[in-house]
């Protein structure tokens, strides 16, 4: 065998690079089990946020060693084979979109007296009332204001055309009104864009309706305050002209006289000045020039004669730069009303976002920002902006590239051009990132944000350019971490479900292919170690979706090898040498493995590349998987099995047992001639299951259909699998349930009633959830949650939330699926040379599809409901690419025999390449299955919906690769069919 070396040391190298990258998965746990000890009570109740103090406070210590490298936890995680919230949990943060701003925007920020009060309070009453503050606003302005009406403040020049002196005060609450609702819908998309980008693995974020609140889950955070910067940010980016210490230093000046009189009058009363910080002994001199203040530096904390704190804690000698430790001082100070009535009209003072450190010290400075009078506008705004990305400076350290508009550019190139040789500012929510002198004029819309940033920084900037401005500001009024969404018990349930299938498989095959058996497991053992060692290397999470991916790629795995193994023992029946045997096995087997595996890849490629959410997740593991258990199936395994055959005939190695050798193997079924019979079995039993669904419904998750949200406190550890399918029996329709902030405290959501938003419904939802607890679990109610005693429970909560599947997660998917199957179609043309192939893959992927969808229709007719949720969709992948899979297997034997038909007819060669490879479908779709099966039975309730449609998947891919696909292409090449009968009638007159 050829390059067998490089085969080895690539092997080599890949496993070692994976047991590198998967050590900081085990130090990861072993970290989050002390943590866990940590936060556990005598009772065993488990405090997520002392958890996570826990895990905060070794953040930046080391944890690992390895080859006497160090690696501290903050490095450990981001080295980690990361869970997604359905398997692990993660953060919770509710934000609040504050409508008050958007009210003074529409006003054009008036200065109005009434108005501001009526503002103030109206946001006063908001903290202490349910209704909408457009509504508490309205009541307060009718107070404060009495008959004036709404037009004289909102009819303003930026609502000419929707507001005038004749707009009556309800058609401007009703403009107002729309105006809250369009920037929370902003926000909620804004907010979205900045997650997704965020790098965790399938985020929730959900509107919580009827409110200005936005409730996201991010899975795994290990950095709650980097979150936290990134939710709340407004993102309002904005250029400002710096003004010079030359500009205002007399105004400084005048500041410094005012603090000092005071001070000295407070001396002359006996009493301490109101500002003076903690003295170190050290005077200036009675100098009053604020530039000779500059040029020496000041080292003086208090006040002498003639200096207030405001020159005294000065740190530099070329601007306003004080120790961080200083600003709360300089804050104060210039927040004074006597201060900020000698300052400049026109100049704002902002501090840079991040301190300098010199000489021990953090410093900062206080930038001057020249504000023309009457406008908050700067000379260029963020919304100019169209891309934004983290790259370097010339100096090599992170920065933020951008690139404006063509407003923007123009704007840009003015800006630049009139202030050659002065400072510009780039101010982000009223910080300053930096502050250049420019050189001279930018005539293009190209920029760059340097400052001093890690990449983290860098990354996270740029996302939140790139996302847009929010059109408010958001502040978390909720916080805590959560558990996943699948519970322990139910994970527990899958892992050893799943385990218990793959022993199965493995006495299956080594009872079907004796020592060839054992090859094909080490091959599948390859294959599950390199996609988990390289989605830790990559940085990705692994996800529900993401362990069907790897259930579709165990399947495709252990179909190669069945490939080759069946065409092995082909040749050897008819006669062939052991190494022959082996070395055609493999060259004939490789096309179809190719095909196959391509076929399965661009699919995969097309999902991430427009896919959203579980989406994605799956597509990232299928691609990892194809590629891995090509490598390990065709590779790796024909290395072992040169090696164990290099005897030749006298070699042990053996592809099949007595009992297996001539299993399925001299099959000859007229299949084609059955095909009008399986159309209209098919036919019959998705028009029946989408008119059971049509009438009835499907039984949509919370993750389709929104829902009402209760948060529960138990008195001890429940078990969240136990209330999820409990609640589920009792009542019509879905329901989720996860730990939230504790292990005694449940987050239950459900969809009943969704539909009805009646007080009624309220109520009636609400006391089914509580008297289904009580039912499930026997504890007592009570209505104060510090009340409660043993086995007792109070509601401490409750909302209701939109849904997590936004319309554009939908909609992305099904552009995602159909640009997959325009992909499957032209590869398919490209390899078989027939758009007849092409076309029937298409259409047996349809049938597939709308097969599954009907059997779950007609299963909850028949009683037994399964819910269509996110993982719903992952199932529905899988069976996706099982079915493609399946069919181009055959289709490829189809083609090898037209190549070598001779006088064969068409139907014929069709069916005898349906017989010759129906061992290794049988086989491919019984190991499949036993994995499925054992999963659906044992796997609990939770995950019964996933294995469900996983079963019929796997069932109809294999029935419509034989029954539907290939007698499709043969329809349509009935013109072909009737020429070559022809041909053999005029050879019969002849």
Known sequence: MRNKGVIVFLTVIITALCLYYLSFTFISNRVQRDAEAYATDNVGNVDFSKKQSYLDSVWRLPVYRFLGAEFT?????????????DLQGGMHVT???????????????SKDATFNQAVETAQERAKTSNEKFVDIFYDAWKEKAGDRKLNSVFATAANRGRISLETSDAEVLKLIDNEVENAIERSFNILRTRVDRFGTAQPNIQRIQGSGRIQIELPGVDNPERVRNLLQGVAKLQFWEVAEINEFGDAIERANAILVAEAQAQRGAGQEPAEQPEQDGDEDDEEGDLARQLAEGADGDDFSSDVSPLLSLLQANYGLVYDLKDTVTINRILAREDVRSVLPRDVRFLWSVKPQKADGQELLELHAIKTPRGTEQAPLEGDV???????????SRPAVSMQMNADGARKWRKLTSESIGRRIAVVLDDYVYTAPTVQ??????????????????AKDLANILKSGTLPAPTRIVEEAMIGATLGVEAQNQGIYSMVAGLVLVVLFMVAYFAKGG?????ALVFNIFFILGILAQLGAALTLPGIAGIVLTIGMSIDANVLIFERIKEELRNGAGILQAISSGYNKAFSAILD??????????????????????????????????????????????YWMSKKGDKSSISFSTPYSRNALSNLNIDFMSKRKVAYIISTGIIVVGLAVAAVNGLKFGVDFTGGRTYTVEFSEPVTTTDIKTGLDAQMDGSVEAKTFGGNNILKITTSYLINEDSDEANREVEERVLAGITEITGFNRVNDARRLEANSFALIGSSKVGATVADDIKNSSMEAMFFALVAIFLYILLRFRKWQFSLA???ALVHDTAFVIAAFAIASALGATFEIDQVFIAAMLTVVGYSINDTVIVFDRIRENISNRGTSKLVTMFNDAINQTMSRTLITSATTLIVVLVLLVFGGEVLAGFSFALLIGVLVGTYSSIYIASPIVVDLMKREIAQEKAAEETKKVA
């Open 73 to 85: 936890y903050k490095e450990v995680k981001e080295t980690e084979l990361g869970l997604g919230l």
């Open 596 to 641: 196959s595996n391509v076929t399965t890849f661009l699919t995969g490629a097309i999902l991430y590349a427009l896919g959203q959410g579980p989406v994605k997740g799956f597509a990232i593991v299928l691609m990892i998987g194809i590629a891995s258990s090509f490598f390990s199936a065709v590779f790796i395994t024909r290395v072992i099995v």
């Open 95 to 109: 934000l609040e979109v504050s409508p008050v701003e958007i009210v003074r925007g529409l006003s054009g920020n």
């Open 440 to 457: 001279g004029e930018i005539p293009s819309g190209q920029s760059e944000i340097t400052g001093n940033f890690t990449i983290e920084e």
């Open 385 to 395: 902006i169209t891309d934004a990305r983290q790259s370097y400076d010339q100096s």
């Open 841 to 843: 893959s298409i259409i």
């Open 518 to 522: 054992f090859i094909a497991i080490a």
